[in-house]
């Protein structure tokens, strides 16, 4: 199996590749040097030139609070440069699995979200993420649909890396901590994705590590397996303003991994523990 992974400088774009060269595949690696997804002539020579079987689109823009204010961009980055990845699948007949976000959904109530529900992004990153999930359902069948959240990997920023950083020079931390959800580790993520490259069971899913924190309680679990002496103290998300709008509710059912015959990912605190191990 030959995979074309986008977004390879990036936390799970790099974990992407080293787990399919660990299952023997061969993994053709590009980032925005290579093909710039906005551009789809550019796509469609290197998308043709890579003779892949299957696709992974990892690229993204992430930068939340960013998008705001440079909207378009964004949209050309998440909602055109997925459809531009969608479109050449179409015609090389190339199942793709395209990694989106809780961010899609409203953020309210407290059900976990379910990978069929009704989406009503929140703010710009949201709303084109949506954008690029309506783009791979208007071209595509086969497809896999994977919803994450507050993702961190050994490759690139994440909040444990800013929580250690900051810890460096602060004995006191305000966290938020009324914005519940599952961080995802892109090791164990990586997994599940060549899991589902094995399949054909396309569709909607959410993945995250298993079990619930707030962010408050996420710091709070780093800087106690990390053996940082910090005092975190909770705060609200309007004490605490962002330019994007965040959502509350970030639970998401993951009973369909399951279903569909996939392993759920192991807890989060098991996650922070190997990863830990991994950078300190």
């Avoid at 992974?56 to 939340?64: G, I, K, L, N």
């Avoid at 059900?111 to 949201?126: A, K, S, T």
């Avoid at 305000?174 to 599952?182: A, L």
Wanted: hydrophobic share 40%; aromatic share 10%; charged share 30%.
């Amino acid at each position: 199996m030959r995979v074309l992974v986008t977004g390879v400088k990036g936390q799970l774009g790099h974990d992407v590749m080293n787990e399919l060269a660990k299952r023997g595949y061969e993994g053709v690696g590009v980032d925005v040097e290579e093909m710039d997804i906005t551009d789809a002539a550019a796509v469609e020579r290197v998308m043709t030139e890579a003779k892949a079987d299957k696709v992974v689109h990892c690229a993204a823009w992430t930068a939340v609070d960013a998008a705001e204010d440079q909207a378009e961009l964004c949209r050309k980055v998440n909602a055109l440069g997925t459809e531009n990845i969608a479109r050449m699948c179409k015609e090389l007949d190339l199942p793709m699995v395209y990694l989106s976000t809780d961010y899609v959904f409203d953020g309210e109530g407290t059900r976990p979200w379910e990978p069929d529900d009704e989406r009503h992004p929140l703010n710009v990153y949201g709303q084109t993420k949506y954008e690029g999930e309506l783009a791979v359902e208007k071209y595509l069948e086969k497809y896999f649909i994977v919803r994450i959240a507050w993702v961190f990997g050994v490759n690139g920023k994440n909040f444990i890396k800013t929580m250690l950083r900051l810890s460096e020079d602060h004995d006191t931390l305000t966290v938020v901590d009324d914005q519940i959800g599952s961080p995802t580790y892109t090791y164990d993520l990586a997994r599940l994705l060549v899991d589902m490259l094995e399949t054909d069971r396309y569709g909607r899913y959410h993945a995250t590590n298993e079990g619930l924190c707030s962010w408050f309680e996420f710091a709070q679990e780093i800087f106690r397996q990390a053996g940082r002496e910090v005092k975190v103290l909770p705060v609200s998300s309007d004490e605490y303003p962002a330019k994007a709008k965040r959502p509350h509710n970030s639970r998401m059912n993951k009973d369909k991994l399951e279903e569909m015959g996939f392993e759920r990912l192991p807890s989060w605190q098991d996650a922070l523990s190997r990863y830990l191990r991994e950078i300190l």
